[in-house]
């Protein structure tokens, strides 16, 4: 059985490569003009949405040639040993009415089901959180990086 380390996507692979080309990108479309679709009642696409899935598919393909795409708006979906999961837009309306939204990144193994890394950057806020299967989960904030820890508390 692979694990994270197997593959060496791991937090330096996260924050050296993944981060930034999620940043450049979500940066680049965050006051682009676009145009609006509906696709559902209350659901919408805009040009944003699609063309920056499409700017991401290209660069994480350039990151993980091997890895295979499923994907919200374009609705390709080519499985393979990995498989980097995109929401370009999570928050499609609130990104229309110039409110805050995500960018929602992940990279799966199939055979497993799990996630191997995963990426949540609020542009508006410049928010980021992302984790490393079995090496934390991190939240950066004002340029101030903080490892996030969860706690229990038995009633």
């Not at 350039?62 to 295979?68: C, E, N, Q």
């Not at 191997?116 to 990086?145: R, W």
Request: glycine share 8%; charged share 25%.
């Amino acid at each position: 059985m692979m694990k994270n380390g197997d593959y060496g996507y791991n937090l330096v692979f996260c924050e050296e490569k993944l981060i930034p080309v999620i940043k450049k990108i979500a940066d680049k479309h965050m006051d682009s003009t676009f145009e609006i679709e509906k696709k559902g009642h209350g659901n919408f696409v805009t040009s944003a949405d699609k063309a920056m899935e499409q700017d991401l598919i290209e660069q994480l393909h350039d990151l993980v040639p091997k890895a295979g795409f499923i994907v919200e708006e374009s609705g390709e979906d080519s499985k393979s040993e990995l498989n980097w999961v995109i929401d370009p837009i999570d928050g499609t309306t609130n990104f229309i009415y110039g409110l805050p939204y995500a960018v929602l990144v992940a990279l799966m193994t199939p055979e497993t089901g799990r996630t191997l890394l995963g990426v949540v950057y609020s542009p508006k806020t410049e928010k980021l959180y992302y984790a490393c299967q079995g090496q934390g989960s991190f939240a950066i904030e004002n340029g101030i990086k903080k490892r996030l820890s969860v706690a229990m508390s038995l009633s």
